[in-house]
């Protein structure tokens, strides 16, 4: 625990101006930031006498070992490198909204040459349109369906049009009215684009006079006795309002705004959001945030825009914005907001009338949701206590292991051996903190030596960092158990290591458990690897999946939980996590190795330009057989690249011929698949079964 007064600026050293400033902690690690309209009169507020503080300020200052500041030239700068610091640092101290990307999205991509109505989650990308956010997906689909009638826009996926394209036969959608085709050509374009901009008008609130020339062109329909298509404009015209009645009208006005509401106690607040366009309720979201700041209602609403409108622009920060208190002060927000949108935003209280009577609804939804979280997270947290003081007393630990570590290895018969490393804190998933390896140290199965080099890899990372930290060498002490720091082989001694930027470490955090998921022996390749870097204070344990046995390094048997103990559960819902990240991460290797073709051992050839070619000459054999001038004319392809081409090309054998054992007719291959590449998995990839036994089992 430091003492502020050990580094607090000395007087006249801070500048009477606005800016931003960060508190770091003795191992330079970014533990809060701030902004200030005078930087003096903020930071003076910190290095009082510490019985005047709020307990949380009270215990940041004494974590903390020095401060640093920029000056910037406005308050609204101020407000924008507060919010990009704590995105990019996420300091400890700062309070935290929980991540909303998860709730789906009614996107339309029209940066797509054939726009795709769809549900998205996750990061907004450019070029696409978003409606919503809802609270579930099946209400977006219900939606859309409804729409579909009216607009009949493409839904399918790429692989799905690609393939109706080919063969000339659209899907089932077309055939109920529920796609105009544009894979078969039955609209041009230009057509389809029409009909999705259409789309986006109704979703944005300009229903009525699309409603009003449906009903003109029904009464004109009527009139010159085409019956059938006045039943049509009819029957669409009942699929429109029947949409519009899933969004309940709230304000008469057709207001365009979002109404935040907080609720909060003296540990916690919770959020709603309610997104009104054109007078209707068209998405609601919410999360729940530790206060780990001494923080005003107006503070937690300045953070909360942060996190709504940080990433937007245009027409996503919508022309007026309610609140329950204002920021204080309050200008340099709403220019903020402003720059945002690109026009006036205005930011206010609502007082009286439809919008404070919405406000009010807002108001008990954030409420009933702080208490539902209360009651959620009181059952969770005991038995996640439970769970972890069973832990400590089963294997005997000094406490509870807050931070749990577990490791798995994958193969397939001794072919792409991968492992995986799950983190839980506290008994929770830390996703971010998973960490993926591929196995270099020898060929084939091994998976005592697998686990040997994994558990020994990611601690000389950890000692690196401790390294840089100086937690435990200052230049001239050996590292633990004489071992010289590595990272994956490569000595850091006599390095210049750069310093410290503040920002969260990749291995920089020991667990205070590591469980591997196997028996004896995986445990004591383990062990055995954090004795060689002469780590003691790291506990190890193994979960055997045949009885669900815990093993200990040392121990002849094993120990044997309880079945219905929650400590149990705990590690196998740790083990089995690992498991499908690394089953996950050897699949996409395996099936990446399969796709992979002549074109992607060309050095320097990018997958854009590997289509170019493919696109451009049909198919790899055409491509094989080109000369390099014709290579050349691929736009992108300079003539070095396109000798690297020809090169390789002509090193690589051409695929064995296929031969009809019936006829004896050999089958032309033309190779015309475009050679695929694929992404690693992502970090919440989808759970997938393992293999039957006969064919090779997964482990």
Same mark, same amino acid.
């Given at each position: =625990?430091?003492?502020?007064?050990?580094?607090?600026?000395?007087?006249?050293?801070?500048?009477?101006?606005?800016?931003? !400033?960060?508190?770091?902690?003795?191992?330079?690690? $970014?533990?809060?930031?701030?902004?200030?309209?005078?930087?003096?009169?903020?930071?003076?507020? !910190?290095?009082?006498?510490?019985?005047?503080?709020?307990?949380?300020?009270?215990?940041?200052?004494?974590?903390?070992?020095?401060?640093?500041?920029?000056?910037?030239?406005?308050? $609204?700068?101020?407000?924008?490198?507060?919010?990009?610091?704590?995105?990019?640092?996420?300091?400890?101290?700062?309070? +935290?909204?929980?991540?909303?990307?998860?709730?789906?999205?009614?996107?339309?991509? =029209?940066?797509?040459?054939?726009?795709?109505?769809?549900?998205?989650?996750?990061?907004?990308?450019?070029?696409?349109?978003?409606?919503?956010? !809802?609270?579930?997906?099946?209400?977006?689909?219900?939606?859309?369906?409804?729409?579909?009638?009216?607009?009949?826009?493409?839904?399918?996926?790429?692989?799905?049009?690609?393939?109706?394209?080919?063969?000339?036969?659209?899907?089932?959608?077309?055939?109920?009215? +529920?796609?105009?085709?544009?894979?078969?050509?039955?609209?041009?374009?230009?057509?389809?684009?029409?009909?999705?901009?259409?789309?986006?008008?109704?979703?944005?609130?300009?229903?009525?006079?699309?409603?009003?020339?449906?009903?003109?062109?029904?009464?004109? @329909?009527?009139?010159? =006795?085409?019956?059938?298509?006045?039943?049509?404009?009819?029957?669409?015209?009942?699929?429109?309002? +029947?949409?519009?009645?899933?969004?309940?009208?709230?304000? &008469?006005?057709?207001?365009?705004?979002?109404?935040?509401?907080?609720?909060?106690?003296?540990?916690?607040?919770?959020?709603?959001?309610?997104?009104?366009?054109?007078?209707?309720?068209?998405?609601?979201?919410?999360?729940?945030?530790?206060?780990?700041?001494?923080?005003?209602? #107006?503070?937690?609403?300045?953070?909360?825009?942060?996190?709504?409108?940080?990433?937007?622009?245009?027409? %996503?920060?919508?022309?007026?914005?309610?609140?329950? &208190?204002?920021?204080?002060?309050?200008?340099?927000?709403?220019?903020?907001?402003?720059?945002?949108?690109?026009?006036?935003?205005?930011?206010?209280?609502?007082?009286?009338?439809?919008?404070?009577?919405?406000?009010?609804?807002?108001?008990?939804?954030?409420?009933?949701?702080?208490?539902?979280?209360?009651?959620?997270?009181?059952?969770?947290?005991?038995?996640?206590?439970?769970?972890?003081?069973?832990?400590?007393?089963?294997?005997?630990?000094?406490?509870?292991?807050?931070?749990?570590?577990?490791?798995?290895?994958?193969?397939?018969?001794?072919?792409?051996?991968?492992?995986? =490393?799950?983190?839980?804190?506290?008994?929770?998933?830390?996703? #971010?903190?998973?960490?993926?390896?591929?196995?270099?140290?020898?060929?084939?199965?091994?998976?005592?030596?697998?686990?040997?080099?994994?558990?020994?890899?990611?601690?000389?990372?950890?000692?690196?960092?401790?390294?840089?930290?100086?937690?435990?060498?200052?230049?001239?002490? @050996?590292?633990?158990?004489? &071992?010289?720091?590595?990272?994956?082989?490569?000595?850091?001694?006599?390095?210049?290591?750069?310093?410290?930027? #503040?920002?969260?470490?990749?291995?920089? !955090?020991?667990?205070?458990?590591?469980?591997?998921?196997?028996?004896?022996?995986?445990?004591?390749? @383990?062990?055995?690897?954090?004795?060689?870097?002469?780590?003691?204070?790291?506990?190890?344990?193994?979960?055997?999946?045949?009885?669900?046995?815990?093993?200990?390094?040392?121990?002849?048997?094993? $120990?044997?939980?309880?079945?219905? %103990?929650?400590?149990?559960?705990?590690? *196998?819902? $740790?083990?089995?996590?690992?498991?499908?990240? @690394?089953?996950?991460? *050897?699949?996409?290797?395996? &099936?990446?190795?399969?796709?992979? #073709?002549?074109?992607?051992?060309?050095?320097?050839?990018?997958?854009?330009?590997?289509?170019?070619?493919?696109?451009?000459?049909?198919?790899?054999?055409?491509?094989?057989?080109?000369?390099?001038?014709?290579?050349?004319?691929?736009?992108?392809?300079?003539?070095?690249?396109?000798?690297?081409?020809?090169?390789?090309?002509?090193?690589?054998?051409?695929?064995?011929?296929?031969?009809?054992?019936?006829?004896?007719?050999?089958?032309?291959?033309?190779?015309?698949?475009?050679?695929?590449?694929?992404?690693?998995?992502?970090?919440?990839?989808?759970?997938?079964?393992?293999?039957?036994?006969?064919?090779?089992?997964?482990?």
């Amino acid at each position: =625990m430091a003492d502020p007064s050990s580094y607090r600026p000395k007087p006249g050293q801070i500048p009477d101006s606005p800016g931003v !400033y960060k508190f770091r902690d003795e191992h330079r690690r $970014v533990i809060y930031v701030g902004k200030a309209k005078s930087l003096r009169q903020r930071l003076a507020s !910190y290095f009082q006498d510490l019985a005047n503080l709020h307990p949380r300020t009270r215990t940041m200052v004494t974590t903390a070992a020095s401060v640093e500041w920029t000056v910037v030239s406005t308050e $609204v700068e101020a407000l924008q490198l507060e919010y990009s610091w704590i995105k990019e640092y996420d300091p400890r101290f700062n309070v +935290k909204y929980r991540d909303d990307k998860s709730y789906p999205h009614l996107a339309v991509t =029209m940066n797509e040459e054939f726009p795709r109505v769809q549900v998205m989650r996750g990061a907004k990308k450019k070029g696409v349109r978003y409606f919503g956010p !809802y609270g579930h997906a099946w209400a977006i689909r219900d939606t859309v369906d409804l729409l579909l009638r009216v607009f009949p826009v493409r839904t399918c996926s790429a692989g799905v049009f690609k393939n109706a394209s080919r063969t000339g036969r659209p899907c089932l959608l077309s055939y109920i009215g +529920k796609c105009s085709a544009p894979c078969v050509g039955r609209v041009s374009p230009e057509e389809h684009r029409e009909l999705a901009e259409e789309f986006c008008d109704f979703m944005a609130g300009r229903t009525g006079t699309y409603i009003r020339r449906q009903e003109q062109q029904m009464a004109e @329909a009527a009139e010159e =006795m085409e019956y059938e298509r006045a039943a049509r404009l009819r029957d669409d015209i009942e699929a429109l309002r +029947k949409a519009m009645e899933k969004s309940a009208v709230v304000l &008469a006005d057709a207001t365009d705004a979002d109404l935040i509401a907080l609720a909060e106690d003296e540990l916690e607040a919770a959020v709603q959001i309610f997104h009104v366009r054109g007078g209707r309720v068209r998405g609601q979201r919410g999360w729940v945030t530790d206060k780990v700041e001494a923080v005003t209602t #107006g503070d937690l609403v300045e953070h909360a825009l942060q996190q709504l409108y940080g990433e937007e622009t245009g027409d %996503s920060v919508p022309k007026e914005v309610l609140v329950p &208190a204002l920021p204080e002060p309050v200008e340099p927000v709403q220019e903020w907001l402003t720059a945002r949108r690109g026009s006036n935003v205005s930011l206010r209280i609502p007082q009286r009338g439809d919008k404070k009577a919405l406000m009010e609804t807002v108001q008990r939804n954030a409420l009933q949701a702080l208490a539902l979280h209360k009651t959620r997270r009181a059952s969770d947290l005991t038995t996640r206590s439970r769970a972890l003081e069973e832990i400590a007393e089963a294997l005997d630990l000094d406490s509870a292991p807050l931070r749990i570590e577990c490791y798995d290895i994958s193969h397939l018969q001794g072919d792409d051996v991968v492992a995986s =490393m799950v983190v839980f804190e506290d008994g929770l998933q830390r996703k #971010g903190e998973y960490r993926r390896f591929q196995i270099k140290g020898f060929a084939g199965q091994d998976d005592v030596r697998s686990m040997h080099e994994v558990i020994t890899r990611r601690f000389k990372r950890y000692l690196v960092e401790k390294e840089k930290t100086g937690e435990w060498t200052d230049g001239g002490e @050996a590292a633990p158990g004489g &071992a010289e720091p590595l990272t994956d082989g490569i000595p850091l001694s006599g390095s210049t290591l750069a310093e410290d930027d #503040g920002r969260p470490k990749r291995f920089a !955090y020991p667990p205070q458990l590591v469980v591997v998921d196997g028996g004896r022996p995986q445990v004591a390749a @383990a062990q055995r690897a954090l004795d060689e870097l002469g780590i003691d204070d790291i506990a190890v344990c193994g979960l055997a999946k045949r009885l669900e046995e815990v093993w200990l390094p040392g121990e002849d048997d094993p $120990v044997v939980l309880p079945r219905s %103990s929650e400590g149990l559960y705990l590690l *196998q819902r $740790v083990r089995d996590e690992a498991h499908r990240f @690394a089953i996950t991460y *050897q699949r996409a290797k395996r &099936a990446k190795r399969f796709r992979s #073709g002549p074109l992607d051992d060309v050095p320097g050839l990018g997958e854009s330009r590997k289509q170019a070619l493919i696109k451009h000459f049909g198919s790899v054999k055409k491509l094989r057989s080109a000369t390099i001038d014709q290579i050349c004319e691929v736009p992108g392809v300079g003539r070095k690249t396109a000798e690297t081409i020809a090169v390789a090309l002509a090193q690589a054998a051409p695929a064995a011929p296929a031969v009809n054992t019936a006829t004896g007719e050999i089958m032309e291959d033309d190779e015309d698949a475009a050679p695929e590449t694929t992404a690693g998995p992502a970090e919440e990839p989808v759970t997938a079964g393992a293999f039957d036994e006969r064919r090779g089992q997964e482990t």
